[in-house]
């Protein structure tokens, strides 16, 4: 949901997703940016799917990057193939933003 539209079009990118309100008169963006830019750890898997009452964390290691529309929406992701030793960490960037278009 973004801005009380349950709808709304969630889309595929070569950034990653993009969502907005109303496609003919935005007022609220986002953006996930998480398979390409600056300064961002490309995810290995991104899928963009139905939420279907939670059933979309299902798919966190699948991917599937179509436009969904008319529906409520969904997106996971996850990094694939990672050796960690024993108490190792690493950090990984990805990024949302949130845009409010104001007249």
């Given at each position: 949901m973004i801005h009380q539209n349950d709808d709304a079009s969630l889309l595929y990118t070569?950034?990653?997703?993009y969502m907005t309100d109303s496609a003919e008169?935005?007022?609220l963006e986002l953006m996930f940016i998480g398979t390409s830019g600056d300064g961002?750890?490309?995810?290995d898997t991104l899928w963009l799917?139905?939420?279907?009452?939670?059933?979309?964390?299902?798919h966190i290691y699948d991917d599937r990057r179509v436009d969904v529309?008319?529906?409520?929406?969904?997106?996971?992701?996850?990094y694939q193939n990672i050796d960690l030793a024993p108490m190792e960490a690493r950090e990984f960037i990805i990024?949302?933003?949130l845009a409010r278009n104001e007249d």
């Open positions: 070569p950034y990653g997703a008169n935005p007022s961002i750890d490309p995810v799917g139905t939420w279907s009452g939670g059933a979309h964390l299902d529309h008319g529906t409520d929406s969904a997106v996971a992701f996850s990024r949302f933003t």
